[in-house]
């Protein structure tokens, strides 16, 4: 283990090979980047989409570490099958509440991967004119990205490890943990994604 999971946790996370992210390396980031987007988004009051239901601690945290104001709305996805997931077929489950024609909007996601599912996300988010669209993502798997997409604030860049934990889940478990935690290969039962 490079770091310790806190003891409470240790029978949650049986599963967990190793703490990738300890909940204050998260929390300081987080900071920083909700420094970067009040300087940003300065005189202005963007929008923040979340996509459920992995973005839920992130975008809780994020929010409070933005000073100018904010408005928020989450969309949830889900893919159909793997081998439409591949084609970048994503299922609407919840559309946003508030129109986003000329705001300032940024999208905002616990992690991308392959950017098949915010590619898609971005297509349909552009299609309603908002005056900005930008994308702000907690973790970014950068080896496996097959569509290139603009990613303006990353939290980490981090290899194609399977995380849990802080919202992400494996078969919607270990959302709960503080942490982000890699899973212990033999759980993944397949790359399938929830959501
Ligand atoms: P993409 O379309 O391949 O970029 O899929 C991104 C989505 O897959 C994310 O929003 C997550 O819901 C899920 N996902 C990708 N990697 C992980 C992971 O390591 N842990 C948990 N969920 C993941
Ligand atoms: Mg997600």
Redesign the pocket.
């Known amino acids: 283990m490079k770091k310790i999971v806190p003891e409470p946790f240790q029978r949650l996370a049986g599963d967990v090979l190793d703490v990738y992210l300890t909940r204050e390396e998260i929390q300081q980031r987080i900071e920083e980047m909700g420094q970067a987007i009040s300087r940003d988004y300065d005189g202005k009051r963007p929008v923040l989409v979340g996509?459920l239901k992995?973005v839920m601690c992130f975008m809780a945290d994020l929010v409070r570490e933005i000073t100018v104001p904010v408005e928020v709305d989450f969309m949830a996805v889900s893919s159909y099958s793997t081998e439409e997931r591949d084609r970048g077929v994503v299922r609407v489950i919840k559309d946003l509440d508030l129109p986003i024609s000329d705001r300032h909007v940024i999208f905002v996601?616990?992690?991308?991967?392959?950017?098949?599912?915010?590619n898609y996300l971005l297509r349909s988010l552009r299609a309603r004119s908002p005056a900005s669209l930008e994308v702000c993502s907690l973790l970014n798997?950068t080896t496996?990205r097959l569509i290139d997409v603009p990613i303006k604030y990353v939290g980490f860049n981090m290899p194609d490890?399977?995380?849990?934990g802080y919202g992400?889940?494996?078969g919607e478990q270990y959302r709960n943990l503080p942490f982000i935690g890699i899973l212990k290969p033999g759980i993944l039962f397949s790359r399938e994604?929830?959501?």
Request: net charge negative; aromatic share 8%.
């Open positions: 996509a992995g996601e616990d992690v991308i991967d392959t950017g098949l599912t915010l798997k496996r490890y399977f995380v849990v992400l889940d494996h994604k929830g959501s």
